[in-house]
């Protein structure tokens, strides 16, 4: 891995896609990196703490410890009608490295390298609500809210749908593996809208968690024990457990820095043959997060019955009747013959 740091001028030259204004870039120095940034991480997001807060989403950074871990929060807007853009990597063909573009406040919210953070940040602007007047109204389909204490919401849940755009764990646009998606038109144009630079509470809670060690992608592999915060860290307010970094994770990161003389070198290659650019490498391999979903929640099937099978008794066999000639009725009895009387020879008459 190597780092390459330059001038605010080189961040101008190099960025396919034209760069925030000078009042964006953190400190004047611009940070490029010839190694991927790590996948995102899955994680939940926090109640909003109050009225008009807008979310934040997370993202690593570069710090002086390497690539680290910015969580997640709520912040509230530096003016009503601002929406805020994320910051996001991208892969800058004429340096062979990754830049990190600044997030910015806008009217609009413009192109954040069409990566999918979640909570409403699905690649393509903002679905976790919206300003209506001076109130900020929040969609319950996407944003935690708890209505005992907010009231101004609404439910629109066909923009969950927008959550599956692209794989929601690839951190950077372009370059190998990157997200392909390119700006529109619409996008660009927030470009020349009056934008605003990360607010005071917005860059505390950044330098807060570059100073935590648990958040650095060395320590953590990938999966920081605070993902995302209710409010910005800060000096009062600093994460559970905070560790401070240690000098040998100051040492590792120095050692992969590149003086700027490098980058000259680059523009100067590039200048004088303008059709080449670099290769795009390989990212590093880098621990994937293991992603914890909840068990499948396995319904015993239903018991098939098959019916018992139907026996049928064996008919019984009757033999067949034996057929006896009807008897014959008995005859009529003879009468007996009785021998019939002769009268005497009678006495002649004189």
């Known amino acids: 891995m190597r780092v390459i740091v330059a001038l605010a001028s080189a ?11 000078s009042a964006q870039v953190s400190i004047g120095i611009g940070i490029f990196v010839n190694s991927a940034p790590p996948p995102l991480p899955v994680y939940y997001q926090p109640a909003v703490p109050g009225p008009d807060f807008i979310w934040m989403p997370g993202y690593w950074a570069w710090g002086p410890g390497g690539y680290y871990w910015v969580p997640g929060t709520w912040v509230l807007s530096p003016q009503v009608g601002l929406y805020w853009t994320p910051g996001y990597w991208s892969w800058n063909p004429y340096c062979g490295c990754y830049a990190w573009q600044d997030g910015y406040w806008a009217p609009q919210v413009g192109f954040y390298g069409g990566i999918n953070y979640g909570n409403g940040y699905y690649g393509d602007g903002y679905d976790g609500g919206y300003w209506r007047g001076n109130q900020f ?10 209505i005992t204490i907010i009231r101004n919401v609404y439910y629109d849940r066909t923009v969950v749908v927008r959550d599956t755009v692209w794989n929601r764990r690839v951190s950077y646009n372009g370059g190998y593996g990157g997200n392909p998606v390119r700006p529109t038109r619409s996008q660009l144009g927030v470009l020349h809208l009056n934008r605003l630079p990360m607010t005071s509470s917005q860059v505390d809670h950044v330098r807060v968690a570059a100073q935590d060690r648990s958040f650095l992608y060395r320590v953590n592999h990938g999966t ?49 043959n303008p059709y080449q650019v670099a290769p795009t490498p ?49 005859a009529a009895p003879r009468p007996t013959p009785h021998p019939q009387k002769t009268k005497a020879p009678g006495r002649p008459v004189s």
């Open 137 to 146: 109204y929040y969609n319950r389909a996407v944003s935690v809210v708890n």
């Open 282 to 330: 390989h990212p590093a391999p880098v621990y994937h997060a293991p992603v914890y979903h909840a068990a499948p929640t396995y319904h015993p099937a239903a018991p098939v019955y098959h019916p018992a099978p139907v026996y049928h008794p064996a008919p019984v066999y009757h033999p067949a009747p034996v057929y006896r000639p009807a008897p014959r009725p008995p």
């Open 224 to 272: 920081p024990a605070v993902t995302a915060a209710a409010r910005p860290f800060s000096s009062l307010r600093l994460p559970a457990h905070f560790v401070p970094l240690q000098p040998q994770d100051r040492a590792a990161a120095n050692a992969h820095v590149v003086s700027p003389a490098v980058v000259r070198q680059r523009m100067l290659m590039h200048n004088a």
């Open 11 to 21: 961040i101008i030259f190099f960025m396919a896609v034209p760069a925030p204004s």
